[in-house]
């Protein structure tokens, strides 16, 4: 999980900001103007939904047998020098997929590829069980996973459905980025 650590000896405790998700983009999301503590600031009432945003939105470095010839390898560099005792690589493989066509069995991987990357929530015992559901609907060249977090008491406290769109498009190396 990531941790922002403030500097200095404020009183007050630090909360890392909410991103929110459009389907393609992620962004630091902003109170209103009329917010009755903060007005303008940044949003920080969603740490588990941020958390799994980063976890599952940002490319996780994969092994070189994973890459295709002359494939770069994505994901944070540091992943592959500066982990720490029982930390383990940030975010999904779910960028894998999105080279591939709607194969056989991706439903499968894109669920393996979501636990994985929620896994560090587990870990930490910020929750207790992470499902991940894959649904591929072939003719519309499309594939989503929801995916649900649940608490020590066994509730779910999280669930969220994310669509991919899976297009083979002349010339185009990476349809669905940014």
Not at 20 to 35: E, K, M, P, R, Y
Not at 147 to 162: C, E, H, T
């Amino acid at each position: 999980m990531v941790r922002i650590i403030p500097k200095g000896d404020s009183a007050e405790p630090y909360r890392a900001p909410d991103l929110g998700w459009n389907g393609f983009v992620g962004d630091l999301l902003i109170n209103a103007s009329d917010h009755p503590s903060a007005p303008g600031d940044f949003r920080a009432e969603q740490g588990l939904a941020t958390q799994v945003l980063i976890h599952l939105m940002t490319d996780r470095r994969v092994e070189e047998s994973e890459l295709r010839e002359g494939e770069e390898n994505r994901g944070w560099f540091g992943d592959s020098f500066d982990q720490m005792d029982g930390e383990g690589p940030i975010g999904s493989r779910w960028w894998l997929l999105r080279r591939q066509s709607l194969y056989d069995g991706i439903e499968i991987d894109a669920q393996d590829y979501a636990i994985e990357a929620l896994q560090p929530l587990i870990d930490q015992g910020v929750v207790s069980r992470v499902e991940a559901v894959a649904t591929a609907d072939r003719p519309a060249n499309r594939l989503d996973c929801e995916v649900s977090l649940y608490g020590r008491d066994g509730a779910r406290i999280y669930q969220r459905k994310f669509e991919s769109l899976w297009r083979q498009i002349d010339g185009v190396a990476y349809p669905l980025a940014g």
